[in-house]
């Protein structure tokens, strides 16, 4: 992103990537075994990229990007056959609630008119940019009623606010079943607006056509049309200094690649610990970071010859299964402090229910995904993968019986197969660092250090361990484009005419 960005204001850059493939997280894999059959190992679910500015600006539909958004966009799947389910349009979802509770219904209206100011006024454009000091940011709040609104929601936690604001046990485990995608922790005080803001947001779940790695191709193209080289399978060994400031890089090939300033995408240890023989308070600082532990995810993919069939939902796009209450939540939470694996709470797709081109004809994809924890108490992820990838499926089964007789084969990944492909995702934590200890916006990732800008000149940071954080938005690119492009008085931005 920021790659594209820089080169539309006539810079010439570079890009390394320690890969064979660009894209880290957006990627789309063939297994050797089934060829044809395309899966999205890593993200799958877009929230309304077709909506940023980046997506318009870099004209990624012109070059291959197209979105879809399915109808039934969320469905949270019961034993019973019941299913609490988000339409695109509010008003189906409304109804939904209400077959739970009516009360719980009228409540989610409520907050959710609430927060549609919010998230325009305040919320959208504040991940658009980046962050202002928290004194700044809480005056300016003060001013309004809608700021004075978000400051009190935002005090509490995401469980106090759905325990305070919601009755139904089904209501209470979807709501915070959707705080968790975004990996914000359910006990985190400070992100009380967190599920109000989704209620609000008119971004839903989204796919890309073809596969992720369709978006990758689009970026790429951007880059290079504007001049841009990426080098694939090229790894930096160090960043070299002159006189304090960073002047290029040294492949692990020997190679020194000189550079007026140097852009960071990784996370804080590999940038200022394990790249750079900089201060040590810096690198004091970069260890101290924290990473997710309800972050990591263990994926089971499967190669289908029918879609799954669920008993009661026609064309859900994302389902969940084993959810019934939200207590569930502090059970799944002790079983990750504790290193062992709870009772199973899954989510995944069929992306060909919606995009034939990503299997041969008459094949299907889908795939569930479980956080579960990157460290296990007993065993290790290499010898327990395979086995706890079948009883993920032995319970799928049970929700869509057909797959019994309809799977051709699957491959499951764990926590520690995302950390080996993408090291920045440490201890398998696909936001690349947690939104506790205090490592939000102005401290992200700390305290004082949310501005993109090191203290060390010419190098910037550019990623997820950036605000506004992790998940595809490309927002901590675009918005480190803005810092970077304003320090070289190259003050364009936006669309160029
Ligand atoms: C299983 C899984 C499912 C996910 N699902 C979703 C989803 O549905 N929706 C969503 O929005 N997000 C999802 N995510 C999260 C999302 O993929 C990440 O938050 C996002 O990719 C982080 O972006 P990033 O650019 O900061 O890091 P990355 O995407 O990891 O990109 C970093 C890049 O740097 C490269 N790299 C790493 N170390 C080095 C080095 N030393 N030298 C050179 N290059 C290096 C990597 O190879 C990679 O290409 C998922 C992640 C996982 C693992």
């Not at 570079?14 to 890969?19: F, K, M, N, T, V």
């Not at 799958?44 to 990229?49: E, G, K, N, T, V």
């Not at 077959?99 to 409540?107: E, K």
Request: with cysteine; net charge neutral; aromatic share 10%.
């Amino acid at each position: 992103m920021l790659q594209a960005y820089l080169g539309r204001a006539g810079l010439k850059t570079l890009c390394l990537e320690r890969s064979r493939a660009i894209g880290g997280g957006l990627a789309t894999i063939e297994h050797p075994r089934w060829p044809g059959y395309r899966h999205n190992i890593h993200s799958f679910f877009h929230r309304a990229l077709d909506q940023m500015p980046w997506y318009r600006e870099l004209e990624l539909e012109r070059r291959g990007a197209s979105y879809l958004e399915p109808e039934l966009n969320v469905a949270l799947l019961l034993k019973s056959g019941d299913a609490l389910c988000w339409w695109t349009d509010f008003e189906r979802t409304v109804e939904s609630f209400a077959q739970f509770s009516a009360r719980d219904a009228a409540t989610l209206t409520r907050w959710r008119e609430a927060f549609v100011p919010i998230l325009e006024k305040i919320l959208g454009p504040e991940s658009r940019r980046p962050p202002q000091h928290p004194d700044e940011r809480r005056a300016a709040l003060e001013k309004t009623a809608e700021g004075r609104l978000l400051l009190e929601t935002s005090a509490l936690s995401p469980l106090e606010f759905v325990e305070r604001e919601f009755t139904h046990p089904v209501a209470k485990a979807g709501l915070l079943f959707f705080n968790g995608l975004r990996e914000v922790d359910l006990r985190l005080r400070g992100f009380g607006h967190h599920i109000p803001a989704l209620l609000a947001s008119p971004a839903k779940a989204q796919m890309c056509v073809g596969g992720a790695a369709r978006l990758t191709d689009a970026l790429a193209q951007a880059v290079r049309g504007s001049g841009g080289e990426i080098r694939t399978s090229c790894e930096p060994k160090r960043m070299v200094l002159e006189r304090g400031r960073v002047v290029g890089v040294e492949t692990t090939e020997g190679e020194l690649i000189r550079s007026r300033f140097l852009a960071s995408s990784l996370n804080p240890q590999q940038t200022f610990v394990d790249l750079l023989d900089g201060p040590s308070e810096l690198q004091e600082n970069a260890r101290k970071f924290e990473y997710n532990l309800l972050a990591p995810l263990f994926a089971l993919n499967l190669v289908l010859k029918a879609p799954p069939r669920y008993r009661t939902l026609e064309k859900p796009f994302m389902v969940i299964l084993g959810l019934e209450r939200y207590e569930q939540f502090n059970d799944i939470v002790r079983h990750h402090e504790e290193g062992r694996i709870p009772p199973t709470v899954m989510w995944g797709a069929c992306p060909t229910l919606f995009d034939a081109t990503q299997a041969p004809a008459g094949g299907h994809t889908a795939f569930m995904w479980e956080k579960l924890p990157y460290r296990l108490r007993s065993g290790d992820w290499d010898s327990v993968r395979d086995a706890h990838a079948g009883e993920m499926l032995e319970l799928w089964t049970q929700y869509a019986p057909n797959l019994a007789d309809d799977t051709v084969g699957w491959f499951a990944r764990s926590p520690l197969d995302t950390e080996r492909e993408l090291p920045n995702m440490r201890g398998g934590d696909l936001l690349v660092g947690s939104f506790a200890n205090g490592q939000v916006g102005y401290d992200r990732p700390f305290r004082g250090a949310g501005q993109y800008r090191t203290p060390i000149e010419g190098l910037y940071l550019c990623g997820s361990s950036c605000h506004p954080g992790g998940n595809i938005t490309g927002l901590p690119g675009y918005n480190a484009a803005q810092v970077l492009l304003a320090d070289l008085g190259l003050s364009q931005f936006g669309p160029r005419h």
